[in-house]
């Protein structure tokens, strides 16, 4: 089953994206490196709670 997840800024720790993950195959947490626009630069975005 998919559920949705917010991607959280590591250094302001804003909520910038959203996605799904498919949280039986992938149990442990998801980040990505992408752009923040509130930082201005390309920061790692972890999965936050909703």
Do not use: G, P, Q
Request: proline share 0%; charged share 40%; with cysteine.
């Amino acid at each position: 089953m998919r559920e949705n997840i917010h991607l959280a800024c590591e250094k302001c720790t804003r909520r910038n994206y959203h996605t799904t993950k498919n949280k039986k195959t992938h149990t442990e947490k998801f980040s990505v490196r992408k752009f923040c626009k509130f930082c201005r630069e390309h920061t790692v975005h972890k999965e936050a709670k909703l």
